[in-house]
């Protein structure tokens, strides 16, 4: 059964930062990639970063470019997504999700499998 177990969201002031972690069961990271998506309240769903669990290849967002970085460890079959200089709008639920590694959508799109998400708030 695929399953994807986010953590590590919590309230962080301004310029602080969180460590998120997707926990991946039930298929091998090598042959999917993970993407990292938002949700703000009141807005819509948001691509954040992906990377792919074979060749470790990034993409981010230009709202997070520089400032987030995302990782993956293959023994664990997890990734991170590390959250620096957090600004309030990047508050919201970040949510994993999973693709096969030979999909032809673009890089935040075509995903399959979702997790529940956790929350971040960035507030002073």
């Known amino acids: 059964q695929v399953q994807l177990v986010e953590s590590g969201g919590g309230l962080v002031q301004p310029g602080g930062s969180l460590r998120l972690s997707c926990a991946a069961s039930?298929?091998?990271?090598?042959?999917?990639?993970i993407g990292w998506f938002r949700q703000a309240p009141g807005k819509g769903r948001e691509g954040v970063s992906c990377?792919?669990?074979?060749?470790?290849?990034?993409f981010y967002a230009d709202a997070v470019k520089g400032r987030f970085t995302v990782s993956r460890d293959r023994a664990e079959n997890t990734v991170y997504l590390q959250m620096n200089a957090l600004k309030p709008e990047d508050t919201g639920v970040y949510i994993c999700?999973?693709?096969?590694?030979?999909?032809?959508?673009?890089?935040?799109?075509?995903?399959?499998?979702w997790g529940q998400g956790t929350q971040v708030a960035v507030s002073s």
């Open positions: 999700a999973s693709k096969p590694d030979n999909s032809d959508s673009k890089a935040l799109e075509g995903y399959v499998y």
């Open positions: 039930g298929f091998t990271l090598d042959d999917y990639i």
């Open positions: 990377i792919s669990g074979s060749n470790g290849s990034t």
